[in-house]
């Protein structure tokens, strides 16, 4: 049964343990598909690329967030009073 392989680049689990930071480092910033009998086991994301997708993440949820809150009525607020 074919699986989807949600990465430019792959590696065995055997390269993985071999050498780590290469199979990091062949994916030039990008995640990397670690495979297990020719199937995605897991994703190696590399610090950066985490990073970014929380982010991702973080706005999704925040702009979530002001789609509620765009309905609410405003409060009226002086500059003196800041």
């Given at each position: 049964m074919p699986h989807p392989v949600l990465?430019?680049?792959a590696?065995?689990?055997?390269?993985?343990?071999a050498?780590?930071?290469k199979v990091v480092a062949s994916g030039h910033?990008?995640?990397?598909a670690v495979l297990n009998r020719n199937a995605p086991a897991f994703?190696?994301?590399p610090a950066a690329a985490y990073e970014a997708m929380?982010?991702?993440i973080d706005d999704a949820a925040l702009l979530k967030l002001v789609?509620?809150?765009r309905s609410?009525?405003?409060?009226?607020?002086?500059l003196d009073d800041l």
């Open positions: 990465a430019d680049t590696a065995s689990i055997s390269e993985l343990k050498n780590p930071m910033g990008m995640p990397i994703y190696c994301v929380m982010e991702l789609e509620q809150r609410e009525p405003a409060v009226p607020v002086a």
